[in-house]
């Protein structure tokens, strides 16, 4: 394993940030994985998986069996890993700006498709090179003024020429759940069974780039500018979602990493047997599908189902107290599906988000993800 120090641009004079990159096996091997935790910092389960994971590679490497490039930052945000304001942790969004940090990764589709038109040619494999290089070089270009900035361009630098890349969060109180590019789903399909996942969002543009569209939908949009090449799906790449922001458990942090390391296994990025993949939990769903649970009205949350309960429509999920008046206002499912997540407090402003669940039949359009 070799450990990289990269330096994040100060805010202020003597104020220096570092991001911990840790890398296994060949530079320059394929196939390439990269994983990420805790982009949105206040994220622990994922924080501790990556560790289980870096000790489970280390001992893959010592045996010689990383047969590819294993790239993990075990923590993606040490900016939002420091945030507290009167000892009240904020990781989700930029306290500089107010952005979620998770959010406005550049978009390199246009300057990639400029710079390889004219230069495809018929072979799959050497086109994928050149997407790759024209997406490092278009990066390269992207300014990098502030500390969030910085962090991430020195994040998507370590992905965008990745064959595969796992970004690992966790929601508020959660199920395993996932989030990938509708037409990655089969690709993701043996990491969400072995993860135990209860639901796979899928979307071909959720909205605002995220961090991992911005690795996968090049890929997929290139495809479609230049119809007459081959271009494979390159840029294979999942939000994972490990559970609630409690959910952190040594049993979970293990369980977790190793059914990541049998998904490399299956992508041959580590060499050994093929590992048994257990029946799916659930069938991916559209992201468009997923109902947020909205709060009419402000009150105090009383839940009636469970992250993971299986609802339908019209079922109430939570109920809002008044805390002046005692009036009740129920808050029913308006899709059937899995009740994957729930909010983590149990006070509602108006307009609040109080679950998600994963329906079948699209209800939403626009931007699908959270703010
Ligand atoms: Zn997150």
Redesign the pocket.
């Known amino acids: 394993m070799k450990t990289e120090t990269l330096a994040l641009p100060g805010a202020t004079p003597g104020v220096s940030i570092g991001l911990t990159v840790l890398r296994f096996g060949q530079s320059g091997a394929r196939p390439k994985i990269y994983v990420q935790a ?3 910092a206040d ?1 622990s389960p994922g924080h501790l998986a990556a560790q289980s994971l870096r000790r489970r590679l280390e001992a893959l490497e010592a045996e010689g069996r990383i047969a590819g490039e294993v790239v993990l930052v075990p923590v993606a945000n040490p900016i939002g890993l420091s945030q507290r304001v009167n000892g009240v942790f904020h ?2 969004f930029d306290m500089a700006d107010g952005g979620n ?2 959010r406005h990764f550049p978009n390199l589709t246009e300057a990639t498709a400029a710079a390889i038109a004219g230069r495809l040619g018929r072979d799959e494999a050497a086109n994928a090179e050149l997407v790759r290089s024209a997406l490092k070089a278009a990066l390269a270009d992207v300014p990098a003024r502030t500390p969030t900035e910085g962090l991430k361009k020195h994040l998507l630098a370590e992905a965008v020429d990745a064959d595969v890349v796992l970004d690992i ?3 508020s109180e959660a199920v395993m759940h996932l989030y990938t590019l509708t037409p990655q789903a089969e690709a993701f399909a043996p990491l969400s069974a072995l993860l135990g996942a209860r639901a796979m969002l899928l979307a071909t543009e959720s909205g605002d780039d995220p961090f991992d569209e911005a690795v996968s939908r090049p890929w997929f949009e290139l495809r479609r500018r230049f119809p007459d090449a081959p271009i494979p799906l390159g840029g294979l790449s999942t ?1 994972l ?1 490990l559970r609630g922001q409690a959910d952190v458990t040594e049993a979970y942090a293990d369980a977790d990493a190793a059914a990541i390391v049998d998904f490399l296994v299956l992508r041959g990025a580590v060499s050994g047997p093929a590992p048994a993949i257990p029946d799916a939990a659930c069938r991916p769903t559209p992201l468009a599908g997923s109902q947020a649970l909205e709060a009419p009205c402000p009150g105090i949350i009383v839940f009636h189902r469970e992250a993971g309960d299986v609802v339908s429509t019209g079922d109430v999920v939570a109920t809002l107290v008044d805390p002046v008046s005692g009036a009740r206002t129920p808050v029913p499912a308006r899709t059937d599906g899995v009740l994957y997540a729930r909010c983590g407090t149990r006070f509602a402003h108006a307009g609040k988000r109080l679950g998600k669940i994963a329906g079948d039949t699209p209800i939403r359009t626009g931007k699908l993800l959270s703010p």
């Open positions: 805790g982009l949105h994220e990781g989700r940090f998770n969060h966790c929601d939000t979602e």
